[in-house]
T-cell receptor
Framework: DTGVSQDPRHKITKRGQNVTFRCDPI?????LYWYRQTLGQGPEFLTY????????KSRLLSDRFSAERPKGSFSTLEIQRTEQGDSAMYLC???????????????FGPGTRLTVL | SQELEQSPQSLIVQEGKNLTINCTSS?????LYWYKQKYGEGLIFLMM?????EEKSHEKITAKLDEKKQQSSLHITASQPSHAGIYLC???????????FGAGTTVTVRA
């Protein structure tokens, strides 16, 4: 399967603990996005990378959140000192952007569902 | 608040009947994307529209983008149980490739 993969699929943690999620994009894709989705809502943009550079972070991304894409391939999203309000589905997407690439279709992974107790 | 308004919020349709979902923005859209999501799962890409007046079809699903590029519709013909799920419209509003999403439309197909 060459789609976007995410790990873990589910994470239950206690308030105050740190968690880390991983996303493996489609191999030739240079853009990687993180979104957060709460129940009954559409996904909300958190941050994105072009290769290894983090180009933008949403105001939703507090200083407890950090994302990396060290080699321009997989990415990690870490949440420190988790709060109950962090409970959500964290979605990763990837796309190929550049001259002559045409449409910027974003393909999503299955998501990581975080529950903070 | 969502920058895209989707309607209806939910709908129940009898198997074999048609249905339409609408997605509206007050801003010009640089790209409009339709996704389907099963509860608790990721988003499945359906179609992308970029040009005003563009229309695309795949199997029994047709999506249209109006000439002003502010409104899109998704139409399903002769619905089947496999069409049940949450349909989300996403759009590139600022021409920066980030997507803003509507709240979704939950579709239930009754046999």
């Amino acid at each position: 399967d060459t789609g976007v993969s995410q790990d873990p699929r589910h994470k239950i943690t206690k308030r105050g603990q740190n968690v880390t999620f991983r996303c493996d994009p489609i191999s030739e894709h240079n853009r990687l996005y993180w979104y957060r989705q709460t129940l009954g809502q559409g996904p909300e943009f958190l941050t994105y990378f072009q290769n290894e550079a983090q180009l933008e972070k949403s105001r939703l991304l507090s200083d407890r959140f950090s994302a990396e894409r060290p080699k321009g391939s997989f990415s990690t999203l870490e949440i420190q000192r988790t709060e109950q309000g962090d409970s959500a589905m964290y979605l990763c997407a990837s796309s190929l952007v550049g001259p002559g690439q045409g449409a910027n279709e974003q393909f999503f992974g299955p998501g990581t569902r975080l529950t903070v107790l | 608040s969502q920058e895209l308004e989707q309607s209806p919020q939910s709908l129940i349709v009898q198997e074999g009947k048609n249905l339409t979902i609408n997605c509206t923005s007050s801003k010009t859209l640089y790209g409009l994307y339709w996704y389907k999501q099963k509860y608790g799962e990721g988003l499945i890409f359906l179609m992308m529209l970029q040009k005003g007046g563009e229309e695309k079809s795949h199997e029994k699903i047709t999506a249209k983008l109006d000439e002003k590029k502010q409104q899109s519709s998704l139409h399903i013909t002769a619905s089947q149980p496999s069409h049940a799920g949450i349909y989300l419209c996403g759009a590139d509003i600022k021409d920066d490739y980030k997507l803003s999403f509507g709240a979704g439309t939950t579709v239930t197909v009754r046999a």
